[in-house]
């Protein structure tokens, strides 16, 4: 059973946002739609989920085009949080999980029993009103989960989250998909999410612009980093067949020029200074999207 | 999918509106107002008969004072004065609502104001005793006499009570009617305002119809309207099952208020709703609702003040309007059967049309945030 999208086009007021954009979802796998800000990965989950309809393509499940029944079996946590915030913790879940067709006694167990795991079993006769940032996204998690659905489709869970936050959603998402659960995520934040998902999807310009597994896609670009835990002046590399030098906290990375030898370039740097660590990269998901679209994902922001 | 989504929807309605206190606020005073209503009349009729001081002056061969004291209501008092003056001056300081001077054959009544009911009731005692006395001694029967007044005294039967008891009636049917349906209807616009800029809408649109949402609060909505109706029927069935005698128009007009009352909060709910969705933040709900509620402040004023005439039979045709005007002109009795069945026809044919058009706009403004959005808007092309 697979999720898939087949040249979705959709334009407001004329302009277009999504140009034709396919995507595939397979079962127990973890995708991440990255790109900008305005790319359109908002758009596209609310296509999928039936909020819009789009313009032209369409969305399947299971090899046929996906129906009302299908998507009772999808959880959806919008990019816009939103929940009723006097009702109480417990009756929302249930209520959610009743619309999504299962019978009144059954979502209160699995109200019960994501509360605990989500540990907010013991403010589940609270309003949502009263809880804190925090739980309140948790519970934002949990509606979108309550029902158990096999698909889970979740926009910018990790936007605002602190990095306990992040280790508890990836554990959450993580024994979804080991479930043998479909899972999409969406992020504008590509650094972030790099070690998260296994299959990516660049979106950019409304149209998915890179595909794949990241290992693969990885693997298969010419480009490689040298990375080095010092910090390098660029001026040092004159002549030397090298892109951008990143130089972060923890040292500096050093984009390679196809073909470049590393070793080469690491005895420019070791001229210089002396280097203790170092490695040959492969490119980092926001290299990969530059390569892809000639631009930097920060500047590409609408 | 939809119908039980629908119900989902009408049960969250139902059960958080029953944890908002301001709502239990409305109905129990609407309740207690109706109670006060109906019940407050009857408890002050009740307080017994009234009481009036008559001082008697004179020689009182036939009896008039022991006659005074008979009557019942009100209690009369008698005391004695000794003259003519003994008695005005007690009627002009108040320790007597009137003087009887007796003197002979004739008799005068001192007064402060002559035309109270007091007045009737002793100048009639005093001729009837005073003229039983001279029939007895004429040698006839005072009772057959009395009988054969009694007998061709004609009933008395008062006309206009019974309008003005139903026009207050109707009045306040629709002061009802109208409090509730204006409570409503800025109600749901802003409960849909809400869910939207709150984007709880964002997650329901998921997974339910947007016409399950709309139609939903409108009949959730709709019902708390309904019982809140129904609690202030009840004083009024009570009352009317102790067999009490309620002005003869509020039961109809009641019951057409009901029919009216449920067909024009249908329709002004779904278009408020509709309405509601199309800001992008709650505070904008007041300025799109206030139209639509002062149709109905319109409706209600212009009924209240030519309701019963012609304009108030046109604004029984119109569907935003005969919610308030129809009751009313029941209630009244100004209107024709024909008019009412026309009416109802056209009411239920505009809430059709508002449940089509509304569900649109909903549908096409609920998913649209950012700004606040025109009919334009979502209607064109
Ligand atoms: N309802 C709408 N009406 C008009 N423009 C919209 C609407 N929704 C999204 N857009 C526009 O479509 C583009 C893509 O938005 P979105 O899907 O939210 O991007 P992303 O989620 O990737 O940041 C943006 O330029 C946004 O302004
Ligand atoms: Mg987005």
Redesign the pocket.
């Known amino acids: 059973m697979s999720l898939e999208v087949r040249e979705v086009m ?1 334009a ?2 004329g ?1 277009r ?2 140009d034709g954009v396919d995507l595939t979802v397979p079962a127990g796998s973890v995708v991440g739609l990255l ?12 296509i999928v989920f039936g909020v ?1 309809e789009p313009d032209a393509g369409e969305v399947r499940w299971d090899g046929r085009t996906a129906g009302d029944a299908d998507r009772r079996r999808w959880g959806y946590m919008p ?1 816009e949080r939103g929940l009723y915030r006097e009702m109480r913790v417990h009756d929302h879940l249930v209520w959610i999980a009743r619309l999504y067709g299962v019978d009144r006694k059954q979502a209160a167990d699995y109200a019960d029993d994501l509360l605990d795991r989500l540990g907010l079993a013991d403010r589940s006769r609270d309003a949502i009103r009263d809880l804190s940032g925090g739980m309140a996204q948790r519970v934002q998690l949990a509606v979108a989960m309550v029902h158990r659905p096999e698909l889970l489709v979740l ?2 869970p990790f936007a605002g989250l602190d990095p306990a936050a992040v280790e508890f959603l990836m554990a959450v998402i993580r024994d979804h998909v080991a479930g043998g659960g479909h899972l999409v995520f ?1 992020s ?1 934040q590509l650094d972030l999410v790099e070690d998260l998902c296994d299959t990516i999807a660049l ?1 950019d310009g409304g149209r998915v612009v890179l595909e794949g597994s990241l290992r693969e896609l990885r693997s298969a670009s010419e480009r490689r980093a040298l990375r080095v835990d010092v910090d390098v002046d660029p001026r040092w590399l004159d002549g030397q067949p090298v892109g951008d030098v990143a130089t972060t906290a923890s040292g500096s990375r050093v984009a390679l020029e196809p073909g470049a030898e590393a070793a080469t370039v690491l005895d420019a740097i070791r001229s210089h200074t002396d280097v203790s660590d170092f490695g040959v990269e492969a490119p980092s998901l926001s290299e990969l999207f530059r390569a892809a679209t000639g631009r930097a994902v920060e500047d590409a922001g ?1 | 999918m939809t119908f039980r989504s629908t119900l989902l929807v009408i049960e969250r309605e139902l059960r958080e509106a029953a944890r908002r206190k301001g709502l239990w606020l409305l109905a129990i005073g609407m309740f207690l107002g109706s109670c006060a209503i109906v019940f407050l009349p009857d408890l002050l009729a009740d307080d017994g008969p009234g009481e009036a001081t008559v001082m008697v002056a004179g020689d009182d061969e036939v009896g008039v004072a022991a006659a005074l004291g008979e009557v019942d209501d009100p209690v009369i008092e008698v005391t004695s004065g000794d003259d003519r003056t003994a008695v005005v001056d007690a009627v002009e300081q108040g320790d007597a609502d009137l003087g009887v001077l007796l003197s002979g054959a004739s008799s005068t009544l001192i007064v402060d104001d002559p035309d109270t009911g007091l007045v009737d009731l002793v100048a009639g005692v005093v001729a009837e005793t005073s003229a039983a006395d001279r029939l007895d001694g004429a040698g006839i029967d005072p009772a057959e006499v009395e009988a054969a007044f009694a007998a061709a005294s004609p009933a008395i039967e008062p006309v206009d009570v019974e309008r003005g008891d139903r026009e207050a009636a109707a009045f306040i049917v629709m002061l009802v009617l109208y409090l509730l349906t204006v409570i409503l209807t800025s109600q749901i616009a802003s409960a849909v305002a809400v869910e939207k800029s709150n984007r709880v809408s964002e997650v329901l649109l998921a997974i339910v119809p947007p016409r399950a949402l709309l139609f939903g609060k409108v009949i959730g909505i709709g019902c708390i309207g309904v019982v809140t109706l129904g609690l202030v029927a009840v004083p009024v069935i009570v009352d009317l099952a102790r067999g009490a005698t309620l002005p003869s128009g509020i039961g109809v007009s009641m019951l057409a208020s009901a029919i009216w009352f449920v067909g024009g909060l249908a329709l002004y709910l779904i278009v408020a709703g509709a309405l509601g969705a199309l800001v992008s933040r709650q505070e904008e709900v007041g300025a799109l609702v206030v139209p639509l509620t002062m149709v109905l402040v319109a409706a209600y004023f212009a009924t209240i003040s030519f309701g019963d005439g012609p304009a108030g039979a046109v604004l029984s045709y119109i569907p935003f309007t005969s919610p308030m005007s129809v009751p009313y002109r029941i209630g009244v009795g100004a209107g024709s059967p024909v008019e009412y069945v026309v009416s109802a026809l056209l009411l239920v044919v505009a809430v059709a049309v508002a449940a089509r058009l509304g569900s649109v706009v909903f549908r096409r403004a609920v ?4 700004r606040r959005l025109s009919l334009r808007d979502v209607l064109g092309r």
């Open positions: 959709q407001f007021e302009r946002v999504l790109g900008p800000n305005g790319a359109g990965k908002t758009t596209l989950m609310r819009l990019q926009d910018e969406s504008h979106i609408a | 998913v649209r945030t950012g």
